[in-house]
């Protein structure tokens, strides 16, 4: 079920003011009876965590990894992203430290002041950066997946060619989407899947009409002012924006930061979490990486289940009692 909360005249970083729609869905224990976790999602994601049409079911639900019979699970919609009807057209008034300035006022409208864990994929991973950093003992666990505290400079020149074709094509969202979809994924995932076979109907190489599919899947259900804005977004994320101060309270905090990346990620890339991690473990000693090992690329953390199970089971399977989490070597799945 969808609920709604209001944000009256929020003040962009930007200086631009509006009355703000912020969404969210409850999965699991009713509020406050149990650990609270929230989930933040990436770039055509949705509150929609688990569930039949859940973006994450495969991890969230009763009995899995992240057991809706013993936490709260609450996923907010970042405000324009469609799912909500709500849209925002002014695009480039927003960054991502707006959202998650959003996503606090929400959590304090919902009277929530600590969480068991703050965790997101991608664009929602940069947006938990962000909040960790405004609200350093928000929650007990940090965990971004497959994203970053920054953007970088190769993520940014991708979503500025994004920007090119959201703005100036005739299929907009189609055209972006199968540009994106070559920063999701690997040439080696591509040549394991495809083989440079052809698709016999249509005259063309099945991985042309891969590309195109997902294109008309995405122009289908999403909308072209939600992707534009989630593009802006996640070329913003930035936990430094207002100065290096923000960054030295994520060393200093008592917060458990869960790094995971992935090995052949080439949006987020796995040395760039690295030298986080590095950077973070130089001031604090409850900081772990772990790293999903796939051919897949950055949608590794949609696909290797089993192994994101493996690298998240420490954290969530003792019910909101972990003390303290141990550093692992475990097969491929290796935590520096």
């Known amino acids: 079920m969808l609920h709604q909360l209001q944000i009256k005249q929020y003040k962009t970083l930007s200086g631009t003011s509006q009355d703000i729609q912020l969404s969210y869905q409850v999965f699991g224990k009713e509020l406050h009876t149990a ?28 009995g899995k990894c992240i057991d809706t019979q013993k936490y709260t ?26 959202v998650a300035r959003m ?4 959590l304090q409208q919902l009277k929530i002041d ?10 929602g991973g940069g947006i938990a950066w962000e909040m960790a950093a405004l609200h350093p003992t928000l929650a007990e666990h940090l965990i971004p997946v ?21 703005v100036n094509s005739k299929q907009p969202v189609h055209d972006a989407r199968m540009h994106a979809m070559l920063c999701y994924r690997t040439p080696a995932s591509f040549k394991e ?16 009409s891969w590309l195109m599919h997902h294109g008309d899947k995405l122009q289908e259900r999403f909308q072209l002012s939600a992707y534009k804005l989630m593009n802006q977004l996640l070329k913003t994320i930035d936990v430094t924006r207002g100065g290096e101060e923000n ?26 979490n690295k030298d986080t991690f590095k950077q973070l473990a130089q001031a604090k000693s409850n900081v772990t990486y772990g790293e999903v090992q796939s051919l897949h690329g950055h ?6 289940f089993d192994q994101m199970e493996k690298l998240l089971s420490g954290i969530f399977n003792t019910n909101g009692n972990v003390k303290k989490i141990k550093i692992l070597r475990i097969k491929s799945y290796v935590f520096y």
């Open 146 to 166: 497959a994203s970053d505290w920054k953007s970088t400079d190769w993520l940014i020149a991708n979503c500025q060619i994004q920007e090119q074709f959201l």
């Open 299 to 304: 949608d590794a953390f949609l696909i290797e």
């Open 35 to 62: 650990p609270i976790i929230l989930v933040n999602h990436a770039l055509t994601g949705n509150s929609n965590v688990t569930g039949d049409d859940g973006w994450w079911s495969a991890l969230i639900g009763d």
């Open 247 to 272: 960054f030295t309270k994520l060393q200093n905090s008592d917060t458990n930061i869960h790094i995971i990346g992935v090995d052949s990620d080439m949006f987020f890339t796995a040395q760039e």
């Open 193 to 208: 899947r495809f083989k440079r076979s052809t698709n016999e109907e249509l005259k063309v190489f099945n991985v042309e």
């Open 114 to 123: 600590r969480l068991f864990a703050l965790i997101g994929g991608s664009l």
């Open 103 to 106: 996503f606090l006022l929400g």
């Open 73 to 98: 699970i609450l996923a907010f919609n970042i405000p324009g992203n469609g799912h909500d009807k709500f849209v925002i057209e002014n695009y480039k008034d927003f960054v991502a430290g707006d």
